[in-house]
């Protein structure tokens, strides 16, 4: 999972963000959107919520942009290869159920385990296109405050397996699926799966030091429709499993949990 995007919902899910860009690539693109998602209130919490979300990105031509989905930063592309380097944000988990926009972040059943603090992060992203439609990844989050919460990185391969086009040419509709695996090294495991002598003391968890490695893997289906040039309708499903030692850590009450989401964007 990406925890280090500024809209906290995006740490949850494989968004499809081929709908943040335009057709028309030459200018600046503004785009908006909206929808709801579902997932855990935290990973490995047996529960599902739903919110709603806000997609915000402004992608400039000379390769800047702003999004709540990819952070402030720079992208480019060369060849079959893609990159960007942005600041973003990972957001906090709270022990404590709650509600609104930040409800996905925290849940009753970790009582006494304290607050983990979110975190500003650097996102470094290179992607590589061996066919069309066929892109692998490699991403990281490198804590820049906070860095008791540990770096991340993430695998992964996706793969265009539909694809619609009108009687102009244009795209409407495609489907994608994707795969992803996620390693953390040992601060980050024991911030989000580890429990500590004095939060043992606390709660009725058992201590618990996990080492570092692959936490979690996610396979997901994507669905885009182009409505016309400016408008979008995506969704997502997926499932998320938790491995390693993050999978025996006591504060996960099940391995396996279902996402999913459906958003409309605008493009001008």
């Known amino acids: 999972m990406q925890h280090s995007t500024v809209l906290a919902l995006a740490g949850l899910l494989c968004f499809p963000l081929s709908a943040l860009a335009a057709d028309d690539t030459s200018g600046n693109v503004l785009t908006v959107g ?6 855990s209130p935290y990973a490995g919490d047996d529960s599902i919520r739903a919110m709603p979300i806000v997609v915000l990105d402004y992608s400039m031509a000379n390769g800047f942009f702003a999004s709540t989905m990819r952070g402030l930063g720079y992208g480019g592309q060369a060849g079959p290869f893609s990159y960007s380097v942005a600041l973003g944000y990972r957001g906090e988990r709270d022990d404590h159920r709650r509600k609104g926009l930040r409800g996905l972040a925290g849940s009753d059943y970790l009582k006494g385990m304290g607050k983990v603090e979110g975190n500003a992060s650097a996102l470094l992203n290179l992607s590589y296109s061996p066919l069309p439609g066929v892109q692998l ?26 694809s619609r086009k009108d009687s102009r040419g244009v795209p409407q509709d495609s489907i994608s699926l994707g795969l992803q695996a996620g390693w953390g090294e040992k601060k980050y495991l024991q911030t989000m799966y580890g429990v500590t002598q004095a939060q043992a003391a ?4 058992r201590q618990y030091t996990p080492k570092g490695g692959f936490y979690e893997a996610q396979a997901s289906v994507s669905w885009e429709h182009r409505i016309d040039a400016r408008w979008s309708l995506n969704s997502v499903l997926g499932v998320e499993r938790r491995l390693g030692d993050a999978a025996n850590s006591p504060i996960v009450q099940r391995k396996h949990a279902p996402m999913g989401a459906v958003y409309a964007t605008y493009s001008y």
């Open 202 to 205: 606390r709660t009725a968890f």
């Open 34 to 39: 909206a929808g709801v998602a579902a997932g």
């Open 137 to 162: 990844s490699v991403a990281s989050d490198i804590p820049l405050t906070h860095r008791e919460n540990g770096a991340t990185v993430q695998f992964g391969a996706s793969g265009q397996v539909y």
